[in-house]
Protein backbone atom coordinates (compact mmCIF):
# COMPACT_ATOMS: atom_id res chain seq x y z
CA UNK A 1 0.00 0.00 0.00
CA UNK A 2 2.91 2.42 1.04
CA UNK A 3 4.36 1.59 -2.58
CA UNK A 4 1.21 2.30 -4.14
CA UNK A 5 1.15 5.99 -1.91
CA UNK A 6 4.53 7.21 -3.11
CA UNK A 7 3.83 6.73 -6.78
CA UNK A 8 0.27 7.62 -6.82
CA UNK A 9 0.93 11.14 -4.88
CA UNK A 10 3.64 12.36 -7.19
CA UNK A 11 1.09 11.70 -9.69
CA UNK A 12 -1.78 13.43 -8.44
CA UNK A 13 0.42 16.95 -7.56
CA UNK A 14 1.63 16.78 -11.51
CA UNK A 15 -1.85 16.30 -12.97
CA UNK A 16 -3.67 18.56 -10.27
CA UNK A 17 -2.82 22.11 -11.81
CA UNK A 18 -4.66 20.77 -15.21
CA UNK A 19 -7.50 19.45 -13.14
CA UNK A 20 -7.87 22.34 -10.69
CA UNK A 21 -7.98 24.68 -14.69
CA UNK A 22 -10.55 22.57 -15.66
CA UNK A 23 -12.63 22.60 -12.59
CA UNK A 24 -12.67 26.30 -12.67
CA UNK A 25 -13.34 26.88 -16.16
CA UNK A 26 -16.68 24.31 -15.93
CA UNK A 27 -17.94 26.50 -12.66
CA UNK A 28 -17.71 30.09 -14.48
CA UNK A 29 -18.32 29.15 -18.29
CA UNK A 30 -22.31 28.63 -19.66
CA UNK A 31 -21.54 25.39 -21.26
CA UNK A 32 -22.38 22.01 -20.62
CA UNK A 33 -20.29 19.42 -18.67
CA UNK A 34 -18.78 17.28 -21.02
CA UNK A 35 -18.28 13.29 -20.11
CA UNK A 36 -15.67 12.77 -17.85
CA UNK A 37 -13.02 10.59 -20.12
CA UNK A 38 -13.57 14.14 -22.41
CA UNK A 39 -12.57 16.17 -18.93
CA UNK A 40 -9.76 13.99 -18.26
CA UNK A 41 -8.35 14.54 -21.20
CA UNK A 42 -8.81 18.03 -21.20
CA UNK A 43 -7.27 18.43 -17.91
CA UNK A 44 -3.87 16.66 -19.46
CA UNK A 45 -4.23 18.83 -21.90
CA UNK A 46 -3.87 22.15 -19.70
CA UNK A 47 -1.55 20.42 -17.54
CA UNK A 48 1.26 20.09 -19.96
CA UNK A 49 0.50 24.08 -20.92
CA UNK A 50 0.78 24.96 -17.38
CA UNK A 51 3.84 23.13 -16.96
CA UNK A 52 5.49 24.42 -20.07
CA UNK A 53 4.71 28.22 -18.83
CA UNK A 54 6.43 26.87 -15.52
CA UNK A 55 9.48 26.46 -17.28
CA UNK A 56 10.38 30.53 -18.44
CA UNK A 57 9.13 31.26 -14.90
CA UNK A 58 11.07 29.12 -13.16
CA UNK A 59 14.25 30.02 -15.43
CA UNK A 60 12.98 34.19 -14.71
CA UNK A 61 12.95 33.53 -10.93
CA UNK A 62 16.52 31.85 -10.93
CA UNK A 63 17.86 34.71 -12.92
CA UNK A 64 15.98 37.43 -10.52
CA UNK A 65 17.31 35.40 -7.55
CA UNK A 66 21.19 36.46 -8.69
CA UNK A 67 20.22 39.87 -8.44
CA UNK A 68 17.95 39.96 -5.33
CA UNK A 69 17.17 36.77 -3.40
CA UNK A 70 13.69 35.94 -1.94
CA UNK A 71 14.38 31.78 -1.37
CA UNK A 72 15.23 29.13 -2.40
CA UNK A 73 13.52 27.90 -5.64
CA UNK A 74 11.75 23.97 -4.71
CA UNK A 75 8.94 21.79 -5.21
CA UNK A 76 6.98 23.46 -2.94
CA UNK A 77 7.76 27.05 -5.15
CA UNK A 78 6.66 25.17 -8.12
CA UNK A 79 3.74 23.61 -6.63
CA UNK A 80 2.60 27.20 -5.51
CA UNK A 81 3.14 28.72 -8.88
CA UNK A 82 1.83 26.26 -10.99
CA UNK A 83 -1.66 26.09 -9.05
CA UNK A 84 -1.50 29.57 -9.34
CA UNK A 85 -1.24 29.40 -13.07
CA UNK A 86 -3.94 26.91 -12.96
CA UNK A 87 -6.19 29.11 -11.57
CA UNK A 88 -5.37 32.19 -13.68
CA UNK A 89 -5.87 29.61 -16.93
CA UNK A 90 -9.10 28.49 -15.87
CA UNK A 91 -10.45 31.92 -15.27
CA UNK A 92 -9.17 33.75 -18.44
CA UNK A 93 -10.53 30.82 -20.49
CA UNK A 94 -14.27 30.77 -18.80
CA UNK A 95 -13.84 34.56 -19.35
CA UNK A 96 -13.32 33.85 -23.28
CA UNK A 97 -15.73 31.26 -23.48
CA UNK A 98 -18.72 33.56 -22.15
CA UNK A 99 -17.61 36.13 -23.87
CA UNK A 100 -17.14 34.33 -27.45
CA UNK A 101 -13.70 36.14 -27.70
CA UNK A 102 -12.02 33.00 -29.02
CA UNK A 103 -14.63 31.73 -31.35
CA UNK A 104 -15.65 35.03 -32.56
CA UNK A 105 -12.34 35.89 -34.41
CA UNK A 106 -12.19 31.99 -35.66
CA UNK A 107 -15.52 33.18 -37.53
CA UNK A 108 -14.06 35.90 -38.60
CA UNK A 109 -10.96 34.19 -40.18
CA UNK A 110 -13.54 31.91 -41.64
CA UNK A 111 -12.34 28.95 -39.53
CA UNK A 112 -15.65 27.58 -38.17
CA UNK A 113 -19.15 29.31 -38.00
CA UNK A 114 -19.53 27.71 -34.01
CA UNK A 115 -19.81 29.84 -31.11
CA UNK A 116 -17.80 28.78 -27.81
CA UNK A 117 -21.45 28.31 -25.76
CA UNK A 118 -24.99 26.53 -27.24
CA UNK A 119 -27.13 28.47 -30.13
CA UNK A 120 -29.36 29.31 -27.80
CA UNK A 121 -26.97 31.58 -25.29
CA UNK A 122 -25.02 32.93 -28.48
CA UNK A 123 -28.50 34.20 -29.76
CA UNK A 124 -29.42 35.59 -26.75
CA UNK A 125 -26.33 37.22 -25.68
CA UNK A 126 -26.02 38.21 -28.97
CA UNK A 127 -29.75 39.83 -29.55
CA UNK A 128 -31.49 39.82 -26.05
CA UNK A 129 -30.07 43.41 -25.33
CA UNK A 130 -32.58 44.86 -27.75
CA UNK A 131 -35.87 43.90 -26.61
CA UNK A 132 -37.44 40.80 -27.53
CA UNK A 133 -41.75 39.93 -27.82
CA UNK A 134 -41.86 36.14 -26.32
CA UNK A 135 -45.24 33.90 -27.87
CA UNK A 136 -46.98 31.95 -25.21
CA UNK A 137 -47.98 28.52 -25.64
CA UNK A 138 -50.97 29.60 -24.49
CA UNK A 139 -51.32 32.60 -27.30
CA UNK A 140 -50.84 35.16 -25.32
CA UNK A 141 -47.61 37.47 -26.01
CA UNK A 142 -44.98 39.25 -23.78
CA UNK A 143 -42.55 42.40 -24.88
CA UNK A 144 -39.65 42.91 -22.56
CA UNK A 145 -35.97 43.05 -22.16
CA UNK A 146 -34.26 39.62 -21.15
CA UNK A 147 -32.16 39.89 -18.02
CA UNK A 148 -31.29 36.16 -17.80
CA UNK A 149 -32.15 33.02 -19.99
CA UNK A 150 -32.26 29.64 -19.83
CA UNK A 151 -28.51 27.63 -19.83
CA UNK A 152 -30.05 24.70 -21.60
CA UNK A 153 -32.20 24.53 -24.41
CA UNK A 154 -34.99 22.02 -23.06
CA UNK A 155 -35.50 23.95 -19.57
CA UNK A 156 -35.19 26.75 -17.52
CA UNK A 157 -36.87 30.18 -17.10
CA UNK A 158 -36.22 33.88 -18.40
CA UNK A 159 -36.36 36.52 -16.31
CA UNK A 160 -37.70 39.50 -18.46
CA UNK A 161 -37.54 43.18 -17.14
CA UNK A 162 -40.08 45.75 -17.89
CA UNK A 163 -42.95 42.97 -18.89
CA UNK A 164 -45.40 44.72 -21.69
CA UNK A 165 -48.68 42.61 -22.64
CA UNK A 166 -49.17 42.72 -26.18
CA UNK A 167 -53.08 42.59 -27.16
CA UNK A 168 -54.94 42.05 -30.18
CA UNK A 169 -56.62 45.31 -31.21
CA UNK A 170 -54.41 47.48 -29.01
CA UNK A 171 -51.65 49.32 -30.79
CA UNK A 172 -49.76 50.40 -27.49
CA UNK A 173 -48.31 47.31 -26.00
CA UNK A 174 -49.88 47.26 -21.91
CA UNK A 175 -47.37 47.81 -19.24
CA UNK A 176 -48.16 45.31 -16.42
CA UNK A 177 -48.63 47.41 -13.25
CA UNK A 178 -46.54 47.41 -10.32
CA UNK A 179 -43.97 44.64 -11.69
CA UNK A 180 -40.82 45.46 -12.41
CA UNK A 181 -39.41 41.86 -13.62
CA UNK A 182 -41.68 39.08 -14.85
CA UNK A 183 -40.29 35.08 -14.36
CA UNK A 184 -41.59 32.84 -17.06
CA UNK A 185 -40.72 28.84 -17.67
CA UNK A 186 -39.07 28.12 -20.57
CA UNK A 187 -41.33 24.86 -21.21
CA UNK A 188 -44.44 27.87 -21.71
CA UNK A 189 -43.16 29.84 -24.32
CA UNK A 190 -43.29 28.62 -28.44
CA UNK A 191 -40.66 31.19 -29.79
CA UNK A 192 -38.92 34.50 -28.78
CA UNK A 193 -38.79 37.33 -31.55
CA UNK A 194 -35.86 39.44 -31.11
CA UNK A 195 -36.75 43.46 -31.96
CA UNK A 196 -34.58 46.18 -33.30
CA UNK A 197 -33.23 49.42 -31.30
CA UNK A 198 -31.35 48.95 -28.38
CA UNK A 199 -32.72 49.57 -24.55
CA UNK A 200 -32.26 52.95 -23.83
Not at 141 to 153: D, K, N, Q
Not at 168 to 183: A, F, H, M
Amino acid sequence: MDDVSKELIPALQLFLPGFLATTIFYWFAEVPKTSQFERVIQALICTTFINLAMKPIEFFALWLGEFYSLGHWTNITSSIYSIGIAIVVGLALANACNHDRIFSRARKWGITTKASMSESIHLFKAYGGDGVVIQMLDGRRLMGYIVAFPTSESSGIFLIEEPHWLLDGQPIPERIKGIGSLLINSSNIRWVEFLKGAKP
